[in-house]
């Protein structure tokens, strides 16, 4: 009835493997059940070779973590993976950044051996700016003061070197242990050296807010327009349609509307982009019609404008005209139906669910499409919608979807509480913990023990543990 998940590199979600991959609950439960080998090796070639689509959003390292202490797994494939011949050669943060986080969470759980390699990878390591970020809210002020001189001997003493440590101070994620070796008085002069290094990464910094960087354009709806335009021819390319649409919304007046329609109609692709967004974010009655021409052009970036202009319309008449559109099956569908499911209403509900089961059969359960639909259904609780978010729930390899589809099956699936909640209890998101503990029915024996086990557990997030407390304070007062 569904499509398959894209071909990803992630193994069938019916296996060991492919639960870790995905960072579901189950996947930890079956770990901790099959041979402790076989697991091992899984949890190995997830932390060596990140599974996620988009680590921005998805978080698996404390989940991976947590299972490294429970199956008392060794940090040697780990130790070869960073300190291999291949991190200078590769030096991406996505080749090492899950192993150096799950690392760090190790040595939040007393993992000595985890801190001794994050402080060995921050000095001979190419990633090693996130190596010394997890030190540095993990390390003591001894740990940390040690490696300064190991650090700043990357940083050669000529002019190219001290700008290249100019901007690692300015531009550091954690500042602590920069302070800390500019503090230091055993070394006077690696803190002279940090001394200039801070004064001139935050010179650097008031300059840039003063003096934002780029062209800017003159103050005119012409000028506006041929500053995209030129934006647009430009190699490498500008696409300035964002930043334009909003000067015009400065400078633009009633008398400037049958340029600016004209723009919109048949403009080059830059400037029509442009003019679209301008015109559609002002609500003008011609809007409607010039999205749909443009949403039909042969220019894929002419088509991707007129769907964003759509997307940032607001007011009735956006939804009357999305209930329209909403059944067409190209990117302008998508949108309409994605703005019902956000702001439409009960009557909307059958729409949202046509375009949820057609985006899951078109383009299976990791579709980028099925976030906002899936939050509608469980926002306009569409209970005819349980049986394909629980597919989306088993499937996607998005544990970011995955958590708003648990919180969409919490409203519509009457199964869900004795069902998904409970895996969910030892799920690799924050947000979905956080559902489960809410939801989770407490007859089952291993929902409580897990509870009190994330109660106390110094790395479980702020909100899960809240959830938690009030749910066994209330189950004690029951």
């Keep these: 009835m569904f499509a398959s998940p894209t071909e990803t590199g992630i193994a069938p979600s019916g296996t060991l493997l492919g639960l870790l991959q ?61 300190l291999n011949a291949d991190d200078a050669a590769r030096p991406e943060e996505e080749r090492t950044g899950l192993a150096l986080s799950v690392l760090g969470h190790l040595t939040s759980y007393g993992n000595q051996e985890a801190m001794r390699l994050l402080r060995r990878y921050a000095v001979v390591g190419a990633n090693w700016r996130w190596a010394l970020d997890e030190l540095a809210v993990r390390d003591d002020e001894a740990g940390l003061r040690a490696l300064g001189p190991e650090i700043l001997a990357r940083f050669p003493r000529t002019e190219e070197g001290e700008a290249a440590l100019t901007a690692a101070v300015r531009d550091s994620f954690e500042p602590r242990p920069w302070h800390i070796w500019a503090a230091d008085p055993g070394r006077p002069g690696q803190r002279a050296r940090l001394e200039r290094a801070l004064e001139h990464g935050d010179f650097d910094r008031w300059q840039r807010q003063l003096r934002p960087p780029g062209p800017q354009p003159g103050w005119s709806v012409h000028a506006v327009l041929q500053w995209a335009r030129e934006g647009y021819e430009r190699t490498p390319r500008q696409w300035r349609e964002a930043a334009a649409a909003r000067c015009l919304g400065a400078v633009a007046g009633p008398e400037d509307r049958p340029e600016l329609l004209a723009a919109a109609a048949c403009g080059q692709p830059a400037v029509r982009a442009a003019a679209l967004r301008h015109l559609a974010e002002r609500g003008d009655p011609e809007a409607f019609t010039l999205i749909s021409t443009a949403a039909a052009a042969p220019d894929r970036e002419v088509a991707r404008a007129a769907v964003t202009a759509f997307s940032r319309m607001r007011g009735d008449a956006a939804l009357i005209q999305a209930r329209q559109w909403a059944r067409r099956a190209d990117d302008l569908g998508a949108c309409a139906a994605s703005m019902l499911a956000g702001r439409g209403q009960s009557r909307d509900a059958p729409l949202v669910l046509a375009a949820l089961l057609r985006t899951v059969r078109t383009h299976g359960s990791d579709a980028r499409e099925l976030l906002p639909l899936v939050e509608g259904a469980g926002r306009l609780a569409v209970c005819p919608a349980v049986p394909v978010l629980r597919h989306v729930y088993r499937e996607t390899s998005s544990s970011h979807l995955r958590g708003h589809t648990a919180r969409a099956l919490a409203v519509t699936d009457p199964t869900f509480a004795a069902g998904f909640a409970v895996e969910c209890l030892w799920d690799c998101e924050e947000d979905t913990r956080e559902v489960a503990a809410r939801f989770a029915t407490t007859v089952d024996t291993r929902v409580v023990e897990r509870l009190r086990r994330l109660a106390t557990d110094p790395a479980e997030r702020a909100g899960v543990q809240t959830a938690v407390r009030g749910r066994l304070a209330g189950r004690g007062s029951g």
């Design 22 to 82: 995905r960072g579901r609950g189950d996947g930890w439960l079956h770990a901790l059940a099959a041979p402790r080998a076989q697991a091992v090796a899984a949890l190995e070639r997830c932390v060596l070779h990140d599974p996620r689509q988009d680590w921005r959003l998805e978080h698996r390292s404390l989940y991976y973590a947590r299972l490294y202490v429970e199956l008392n797994a060794p940090l040697d494939a780990v130790a070869a993976h960073l």
